[in-house]
């Protein structure tokens, strides 16, 4: 059995006559070595994680371990196998198409902001607005960020996305009275040319004392040290801090003691289905309480009807967010 194993970015290994199941024997074997290997730069132990694109077959072996191995990279697998039939490669080609979509509509600023109402039981009336990010196409359709944002979260784009939504946000808000929320994600929050974007915004359009900040409690609030870090920042200008989508997964309070927080928002998913699972009703009232003994408010969003209207105001939440309450718009 014959390989080489040129120097280059992938180290790409090739092997003549071979199966997968005799490749993936071998890449269990590599992968346990690897894992029982230490590395070491300059006596400091560096943790190095191994990923294997995989590609049999007589043409284009290169390109398809490559597609392979982004594959496995996107769903954190440590090895994947290039298959036609599982149609990879039109995946692929459909992700860097959408990149260059992506690429255009921030050169013509056809990446634009829709804003949803969110309604404080109290008064009944609209008090703040959830920024929510939209791209134009070509034809003049409107994509929903689930088709765009992926893919830009794997290319320097996202960043841009994040600064033109601040832009807007704080100059659409800039002479209006409503709080605002923005949406950031842990690479906004990591990303210190972001964080100089949203400060320099915050203090030229004077907003900074009605945004809210909205984090997501499962997306790398493990990172103490850079969200502490950017809460006291904004924090400091007047800005105010959200965790958004709280209840989803592996929600942790602990979590939201660690840090100095305003609203706690809901996950969607427990608010869509309150009236029809009992267990959803405890966890919200929960949430509600540990929120208002923190001093904390409480956002309920997917408020769709008004049977579930009622059973939130009910419990205790301060504020609506939903289609019951007001659809994304244009302001």
């Known amino acids: 059995m014959a390989h ?4 280059c970015k992938y180290s790409p290994l090739l092997y003549e006559h071979i199966e997968f199941k005799e490749i993936e024997i071998l890449l269990r ?5 690897f894992a ?3 590395f070491f730069i300059a006596q400091e132990p560096v943790p190095v994680r191994m990923t294997v694109g995989v590609a049999i077959g007589g043409i284009k072996l290169l390109t398809h371990a490559d597609i392979a191995l982004h594959h496995a990279k996107e769903k954190r697998l440590a090895y994947a196998l290039y298959k036609e039939e599982a ?11 959408m990149a260059k979509t992506i690429h255009q509509a921030l050169l013509q ?6 804003y949803q109402p969110i309604v404080d039981f109290k008064t009944n009336e609209i008090s703040k ?4 990010v939209r791209l134009v196409n070509k ?13 830009a979260k794997k290319t320097k784009l996202y960043a841009q996305i994040t600064r033109a939504v601040v832009r807007q946000a704080c100059e659409t808000f800039k002479n209006r009275s409503e709080e605002f929320s923005i949406n950031l994600s842990i690479y906004d929050i990591e990303d210190s040319a972001t964080v100089q ?10 907003t900074a004392s009605r945004v809210v900040f909205e984090i997501l409690e499962s997306e790398g609030i493990e990172n103490y040290s850079a969200v502490e870090q950017f809460i006291t920042q904004v924090k400091a200008l007047g800005a105010k801090i959200a965790i958004d989508d709280f209840g989803s997964g592996y929600s942790n309070f602990e979590h939201i003691l660690r840090l100095d927080i305003d609203y706690i928002k809901i996950d969607g998913a427990l608010i869509r289905d309150v009236a029809t699972k009992r267990n959803n009703d405890i966890i919200i009232e929960t949430i509600v309480d540990f929120a208002h003994k923190i001093d904390a408010k409480v956002v309920a969003e997917y408020v769709s009807d008004e049977n579930i209207y009622n059973i939130i105001k009910a419990m205790g939440v301060e504020y609506s967010q939903g289609f019951f309450t007001g659809k994304p718009k244009v302001l």
């Open 4 to 7: 080489f194993v040129p120097l």
């Open 29 to 33: 074997e590599w992968l346990v070595h």
């Open 109 to 114: 600023n056809c990446i634009i902001c829709h």
């Open 87 to 97: 149609n990879i490669e039109e995946v692929y080609r459909t992700n860097i198409a």
């Open 197 to 206: 974007e949203i400060i320099s915004r915050l203090i030229k359009t004077k």
């Open 129 to 132: 607005y959830e920024t929510l």
């Open 36 to 38: 029982a290997t230490s």
């Open 139 to 151: 034809d003049g359709s409107i994509v929903p960020p689930l088709h765009f944002l992926p893919i």
